[in-house]
Structure formats: C-alpha cells, structure tokens
C-alpha cells in the first residue's frame, strides 16, 4: 500500500476552483435536515459518556443506518474553542480511534478546504479482517444565526470524486455523504450534535459495522476529554473578520505524530499574505508561562507587531505587507 502524500506547500498560494459547487451546500442542507425534521425515526441506541446514541435506517435501507449523537460541553467554553479541536488533524488521532492519517490537498476559502483521509483497519496480511478506508472531499465551516435567534456553528465533510485523487491499492475508497458537527450556544453550555451518514464500501463484517455505527457519535465525548486533560489547543477564530488571505493553518503535535495522548503537546503554525488590519491567536490562557511566537516568514517590526495578552496574541499588519506571505508559529512558552 502506498499512500498518498501532502501536497507541496505552494500548493496553497491560491485558492483553487470548486470542481463541484454544490457538493458542500447540499451538505448542509443534510446536516440542517436531520438536525432539524422531527418526522426523522430515530431509534435510540441509550446514552454513554453523556452523549445520547440514536440511529436510523430509512426504507430502502442504507449500507450503514445514519448515526447520531447529542451531548454538551461545560458553559465556560465557547464553539470557538471547540472548533479547532474538531477540525484539526493533529487532535483526530486522539478522539477517532480509526483515524489513520490526513491531510488538506487544496484550499478553495478561508473557510472550504478539500482534504483526503484514511481510516486504519483491521488486522493485516492474511489476518486483514477489513481492509483500511479511505475518503475525500470538501471539509468546511458555516456559522449563522437561525430564525429560533439560536446561533449555529456547522463542521462537515462530505466526499467527492477527483481525478488527481486516485484510489490506492489496498485501500478501499468509501463514501461519506456526511460527517457533520453543530454547536449550538445555549444556557446549559454548548449543545453538540454529531451526525454520520457513510458507505463504507466493499466487506465489512456485520457485527464490525454495527459497532463502527453505534460507537462513532461517542467522538464526542473524546472531544470533551481531550479539552478537559489536555486544555485549549491555539487557534485564530474560525468566523472573526481576518484580514488577508488564508494560505494554511496546521496544528502539530510538538512531540511527534505517534506520540501518546499523555505526552502530546500542539502548536499552531498559521501562513497568510497580509492586509492591513489585526487579529488575535488565541491559546489557553491556563498556560503558565504564556504563548512563545517564532517568526517564519516575515519581519517582526517592520511587516506587524505582536501585542501579547492573557490567553491571546494580536497580530498588527503594517500597510507595507499587503500580499507579503507571511508565517507565525505559536506554541506554550
């Protein structure tokens, strides 16, 4: 099996054509439909770790029944904390148990990426029970306020097809028309929803398939534990107003990728070209001794000024960066 690889990093000097416009937009439009259609079956499935399990298998059946789970994070955390959590790959392996590797490829906005992914199997050579997975497509955010005043912040992925993404031998490619988050501000704290609707392709063991189905919305639990053990990872806010164009925002795990979950520790290295203007890097503000910010690219002085505060550092770009690529890595100090 030979995997794919990340692409080069001038990859991400602009943002690509969306080769399927509407892949993302029906998407959420799924997502809204199962979060919102109270005429939906859902068989309950109990609840464990907090997080109410709930499953359904229309007529004609699917290959998998969409899963579902509901639960809430404590009131002194926001979506915005949350979100990187979810979203980033360095934080998966700790809350996805299948999740093998991953990797944005292209990036089409600030806020719409496409990514490839794969799920490990199970055994290998002639003991292989199930052969690993793999997906791609779009993966993206939308935040907004609903007609209830409730304010929404939707995560998904949801696949597509690519020519430059061929399929890998020994490696079957599944399809996942959702895998979507919702946070939902509320005044117990926020209200997550996690829903799963997938085919798994090829040959999966029914008990294997029923287990994957039941225990999948119990990542939200693993979120919870990961913030709870570990604190906040640092992020720049998904949905504030940023100036300049994204070029990447990757979080690493300082102390390697198959490190374990005691020993993990993050840092965000965050690429633009500048406009003038400011925003903020957030980090966890329990972090004794602050933030450490290294320059990648760019002059500290010259191209913007670091402004450090409890739990923050804003970035100040100087009109002479406008367009200049410029790159910060923060970590703890």
């Known amino acids: ?11 991400f000097d602009e943002y690509s054509e969306i080769k399927h416009p509407g892949a993302f937009p029906d998407a959420v439009k799924l997502l809204k439909h199962f979060l919102t259609d109270t005429s939906i079956p859902w068989t309950p499935n109990g609840t464990k770790n907090d997080v109410e399990l709930s499953t359904y298998q229309p007529t004609p059946p699917l290959p998998a029944p969409v899963c579902r ?7 002194h955390l926001t979506a915005e904390e949350i979100l990187p959590v979810v979203h980033q790959l360095a934080c ?42 793999d997906f791609t497509g779009y993966s993206g955010h939308v935040k907004e306020v609903g007609e209830d005043g409730v304010t929404r912040y939707y995560y998904l992925q949801t696949s597509a097809e690519f020519e430059d993404v061929p399929e890998v ?15 939902e501000e509320t ?23 029923d287990a994957v189905v039941k225990e999948t919305p119990l990542c939200i639990a693993r979120v919870k534990s990961l913030i709870e053990k570990k604190g906040l990872v640092p992020y720049v806010s998904m949905h504030d107003e940023f100036p300049g164009r994204l ?8 102390a390697g990728d198959d490190a374990n979950f005691h020993d993990a520790e993050f840092e965000l290295e965050f690429s633009w070209f500048g ?46 960066a406008k367009d200049k690529k410029l790159k910060l890595t923060v970590s703890r100090a």
Request: with cysteine; charged share 25%; aromatic share 12%.
């Open 169 to 183: 031998k020994g490696v079957v490619r599944g399809v996942t028309s959702l895998a979507g988050w919702v946070l």
């Open 275 to 320: 406009a003038p203007g400011s925003f903020d890097i957030h980090f966890d503000d329990k972090w004794e001794n602050g933030a450490k910010v290294v320059t990648g690219e760019g002059i500290e002085g010259e191209d913007f000024e670091l402004v450090k505060g409890t739990g923050k550092v804003t970035v100040v770009v100087k009109e002479g």
């Open 1 to 11: 099996m030979s995997e794919l690889q990340p692409p080069p990093d001038a990859v």
């Open 247 to 254: 070029r990447q925002e990757v979080l690493r795990n300082t």
């Open 187 to 209: 005044t117990e704290g926020i209200k997550c929803t996690y829903v799963v609707k997938f085919d798994p392709k090829g040959s999966i063991p029914g008990y294997l398939l």
């Open 92 to 133: 998966r392996k700790y809350w996805d148990e299948r999740y093998k590797v991953g990797f944005p490829n292209l990036r089409y906005s600030r806020k719409l990426v496409r990514f490839y992914a794969v799920q490990k199997g199970v055994g290998e050579g002639w003991f292989a029970v199930v052969a690993p997975r």
């Open 69 to 75: 789970g509901i639960g809430t994070f404590p009131k």
